[in-house]
């Protein structure tokens, strides 16, 4: 089995910064992917930022030179450094990470619980 858990969420104003960590556990061979979402209130879940399995990373034009994505790979983390922020950026954000299971060396999605993220302007 494998877990992803986020942290770092919560409540900042209009202008500020977070920083959000997303951790993989488990039984885990590899990671390939590891994605970051963002689901507003009432709207459905959206790709932010993200590394390929190649190591390339991308983002959402509404996030570009405000957001980065960075990765750990010795710590199986995947960071989210959000600046510049605005209230459009309030909602839950949600780790996703394309990981190869020891147990049968099957790649497998899994998502995280996802962080709370409040901007106030």
């Known amino acids: 089995q494998v877990q992803l858990v986020e942290s770092g969420g919560g409540l900042v104003q209009a202008g500020g910064s977070l920083t959000l960590s997303c951790r993989a556990s488990g039984s885990i061979a590899s990671i390939n992917a590891m994605r970051w979402y963002h689901q507003a209130p009432g709207k459905q879940r959206e790709l932010v930022a993200g590394?390929?399995?190649?190591?390339?990373?991308n983002y959402a034009d509404s996030v570009k030179g405000r957001f980065t994505i960075s990765r750990d790979n010795a710590k199986n983390t995947v960071y989210l450094q959000m600046n510049s922020l605005k209230p459009e950026d309030t909602g839950v954000y949600y780790c996703?990470?394309?990981?190869?299971?020891?147990?049968?060396?099957?790649?497998?999605?899994?998502w995280g619980q996802g962080t709370q993220v409040t901007v106030s302007s």
């Open positions: 590394f390929t399995g190649g190591g390339s990373t």
């Open positions: 996703n990470a394309d990981v190869r299971v020891i147990a049968n060396s099957r790649i497998w999605a899994y």
